[in-house]
T-cell receptor
Framework: DAKTTQPPSMDCAEGRAANLPCNHS???????VYWYRQIHSQGPQYIIH???NNETNEMASLIITEDRKSSTLILPHATLRDTAVYYC???????????????FGAGTRLAVHP | DTGVSQDPRHKITKRGQNVTFRCDPI?????LYWYRQTLGQGPEFLTY????????KSRLLSDRFSAERPKGSFSTLEIQRTEQGDSAMYLC??????????????FGPGTRLLVL
């Protein structure tokens, strides 16, 4: 899987948008970008994923650049409960074994403050 | 709750003892994964099952570790002769792989192991 680079930490004021960047300059054409988050002492929580089009769901929006070398996760109105470590992961979509494990980096520690 | 469940949530044991963890995946999910997470690090892949077949094992999975998924539903992870270095959060995830498409893994709450 391609490696990703994320800032180690970010701050955001409650109610404001949180924009979390991720660089994946060596991403291949068949690799998806996945975002998970992990709130302290809990299991990782799936947020969103995309291939090349921007995606939106009830939790967040995912903006992928046209060259697919970077992406941004947007939490439109951050709350204190969004304080967590956010992981950006790229992985191949496929059915065969060996390509399906998630490789987590260090992630971005997002702190939302009042 | 129809999410992934893990039992126990916490386990304290003495070095040298055996421990077993259980994971119940989301119903009808055909893939099940085990990960390990140590303090301050992201989760690391240990092994995964497609139905009852164990298809990949990480080099992290020493011969003291064994995992099973006997009927393609729940899975167990056993650690024999535990060592202090085994202290970690053990995470289980499940997914539905339908071939040729995307696969999203959903994680359980984890089992936190402390080896004294």
């Amino acid at each position: 899987d391609a490696k990703t680079t994320q800032p180690p930490s970010m701050d955001c004021a409650e109610g404001r948008a949180a924009n979390l960047p991720c660089n994946h300059s060596t991403i291949s054409g068949n690799e998806y970008v996945y975002w998970y988050r992990q709130i302290h002492s809990q299991g990782p929580q799936y947020i969103i994923h995309g291939l090349k089009n921007n995606e939106t769901n009830e939790m967040a929006s995912l903006i992928i650049t046209e060259d697919r070398k970077s992406s941004t996760l947007i939490l439109p109105h951050a709350t204190l409960r969004d304080t967590a470590v956010y992981y950006c992961i790229v992985r191949v979509a496929g059915f065969s074994g060996g390509y399906n494990k998630l490789i987590f980096g260090a992630g971005t520690r997002l702190a939302v403050h009042p | 709750d129809t999410g992934v469940s893990q039992d126990p949530r916490h386990k304290i044991t003495k070095r040298g003892q055996n421990v077993t963890f259980r994971c119940d995946p989301i119903s009808e999910h055909n893939r099940l994964y085990w990960y390990r997470q140590t303090l301050g690090q992201g989760p690391e892949f240990l092994t995964y099952f497609q139905n009852e077949a164990q298809l990949e094992k990480s080099r992290l999975l020493s011969d003291r570790f064994s995992a099973e998924r006997p009927k393609g539903s729940f899975s167990t992870l056993e650690i024999q002769r535990t060592e202090q270095g085994d202290s970690a959060m053990y995470l289980c995830a499940s997914s539905l792989a339908m071939g040729g498409g995307q696969e999203t893994q959903y994680f359980g709450p984890g089992t936190r192991l402390l080896v004294l």
